[in-house]
């Protein structure tokens, strides 16, 4: 069993529409949850993070934390083509460290 | 205000040829980690490096592949005798000293091929 599992998709959805990316991950451990979006053939950004488990919303995107059922997402509202990318999920033990990364799930938005 | 840089982007050798990749961090960062990318798979750690001090190879095959950070100049990471399993994407991100919030600043990466 991976540490980190994340569907790879692909996902397609219309413009305007909300998205809804997960990982689970097998470790307890974890206590630092960050989501990064990669753009093809560019390196990934930090888009979101959140220490334990709580929602955390910027903008149109919203990062929720389930330690109790070791569960992450990532909701995208009103999503647009802009946001087409592969996005990861990443978590840690202490700090970047010992991150570890999910596969990605690339998201596809038409307009 | 420059972002994390690697070169080449682009990188091409035959089976058993030397790969040499290079980063610079952002500026006043001072840690530097080097992540690989295989299609379809997440972002291995391979090191994490600061000026002169390897700190974790955990992720790094024990053949083959080294890296460094010097006092003066890029990291390196080097890649001997390559094969073709070696191609892949690899990532270089730096942080600051004191960062705990996961926020890592990566390049655009390198693209090895291994004919």
């Known amino acids: 069993q991976k540490e980190v599992e994340q569907d790879p998709g692909p996902l397609s959805v219309p413009e305007g529409a909300i998205v809804s990316l997960n990982c689970t991950y097998s470790n307890s451990a974890f206590q630092y949850f960050m989501w990064y979006r990669q753009y093809s053939r560019k390196g990934p950004e930090l888009l979101m993070y959140t220490y334990s488990s709580g929602n955390k919303e910027d903008g149109r995107f919203t990062a929720q934390v389930d330690k109790s059922s070791k569960y992450i997402s990532l909701f995208i509202r009103d999503s647009q083509p802009s946001d087409s990318a592969t996005y990861l999920c990443a978590m840690s033990f202490q700090g970047i460290n010992d991150m570890r990364f999910g596969a990605g799930t690339r998201l596809t938005v038409k307009p | 205000n420059a972002g994390v840089m690697q070169n080449p982007r682009h990188l091409v050798r035959r089976r058993g040829q030397e790969a040499r990749l290079r980063c610079s961090p952002m500026?006043?960062?001072?840690?530097v980690y080097w992540y690989r990318q295989l299609p379809e798979e997440g972002l291995k750690f391979m090191v994490y490096?600061?000026?002169?001090?390897?700190?974790?190879e955990s992720g790094m095959p024990k053949e083959r592949f080294s890296a460094e950070f010097p006092k003066e100049g890029p990291s390196i990471l080097r890649i001997q005798q390559v094969v073709r399993g070696d191609s892949a994407a690899y990532f270089c991100?730096?942080?600051?000293?004191?960062?705990?919030?996961?926020?890592?600043?990566f390049g655009e990466g390198s693209r090895l091929t291994v004919l």
């Open positions: 991100a730096s942080s600051r000293r004191d960062s705990n919030t996961g926020e890592l600043f």
């Open positions: 490096l600061q000026k002169e001090n390897i700190i974790d």
């Open positions: 500026k006043g960062h001072s840690h």
